[in-house]
């Protein structure tokens, strides 16, 4: 969650899939190949059927090779097949992210010499016909990178296959380089930008899975939401008996919006509107508070990861006397007072 906005006018085509493929940006001119009317990550989206289905932009949008940019948007597959996400060909040479047949992503292109790959994901994605996927692809000053479901940008470390000898081609989603080999499911909310997203772009198109139309074109310029602690904050309070089901991210994301407006709630102020302007030492009390409370959470929801009920509950009491001490502090008045005037 959080993260950071793209800025709207970086935005260079947004397709929401709502019965058209109308670009909302109004940029370009896109072709449907494939249908309408399937149940998206927002309202509707685009269903391809594996054999013959394409959606390419009429005009060329990018030069591979010597600009930067990104593709991103939502897949959910339904097969093992190898598949394509996108692609950008310009007749003899193009560039494609793909999904593997063993759940991985790669980015690859051709040229008249032949086919190389470049970046690779490290996250293996199982198949399941309920989950969408947030893809990003793009190439910053030449060198491929991709991104899935918010994690680390894996970055190339070399740069493509020809220099200066490439043409602004077409894109094509849910298609290959040459717009075959189509995408089989589900497709919705894709956006091409003109820059190579960061990485707090990514967190905040994503948003922990859940993206609405503040992740979408054009973007909110209203601030992220604030919140005290993060999941690695989390983590090394647990420890390592926290079962795969409580720890999960959208159920941390869950607790993190309860225990932040608990704890401005309990101290009758809101740290939420200061907390960029708090020194180091009161965000650590913030942050214990914070992670204490969550990891309570976490624990209480599901204890059999670790060796015994004592275990989870000595963790509990521990974490729970932190917090209540910290918490203490910080409701005194005359403590809040004098973080006000620091």
């Known amino acids: 969650m959080a993260g950071t906005a793209p800025t709207s006018t970086d935005c260079v085509a947004y397709l929401k899939f709502e019965g058209n493929v109308t670009d909302n940006v109004g940029t370009y ?16 989206c685009y269903s391809y059927d594996g054999t013959n289905d394409g959606i390419y932009a009429d005009d060329p949008i990018f030069n591979y090779e010597t600009q930067t940019w990104t593709a991103c948007g939502w897949f959910k597959r339904d097969s093992t097949a190898y598949m394509r996400c996108f692609g950008n060909y310009d007749g003899s040479k193009g560039i494609e ?45 030449g060198y491929p990178f991709v991104s899935v479901d918010g994690g680390t940008i894996e970055k190339s470390g070399t740069t493509l296959l020809d220099s200066g000898t490439y043409t602004a081609g077409n894109w094509y989603i849910g298609t290959n380089a040459t717009g075959s080999t189509p995408f089989s499911g589900l497709i919705d909310e894709v956006s091409l930008f003109d820059i190579a997203l960061t990485q707090d772009n990514i967190t905040y198109l994503r948003n922990g899975g859940s993206p609405g139309t503040a992740q979408q074109y054009p973007f909110s310029s209203a601030p992220a939401p604030v919140y005290f602690a993060t999941i690695e904050d989390v983590a090394k309070k647990i420890g390592t008996g926290a079962s795969v089901t409580s720890s999960s991210e959208t159920l941390f994301n869950n607790f993190l919006f309860q225990i932040t407006g608990f704890v401005n709630a309990a101290c009758r102020f809101n740290f939420s509107d200061v907390y960029s302007e708090l020194n180091t030492e009161t965000k650590g009390i913030i942050n214990e508070i ?11 929801y599901d204890m059999s990861g670790y060796e015994s009920i004592i275990e989870a509950e000595d963790m509990i009491n521990v974490l729970r006397d932190v917090a209540i001490k910290n918490l203490q502090l910080l409701k005194d008045k005359k403590v809040t007072d004098f973080i006000r005037e620091v």
Do not use: Q, R
């Open 97 to 141: 992210c793909n999904w593997k047949d063993d759940g991985y992503f790669h980015i690859g292109g051709k040229d008249t010499g032949g086919y190389e790959s470049w970046a690779s994901s490290t996250a293996n994605i199982a198949v399941s016909s309920t989950t969408w996927h947030f893809i990003v692809f793009g190439i910053d000053a």
């Open 29 to 44: 001119t896109w072709t449907a190949g494939a249908s309408s009317g399937s149940t998206g990550i927002i309202d509707n």
């Open 290 to 300: 914070t992670a204490n409370l969550i990891a309570i959470y976490t624990i209480a």
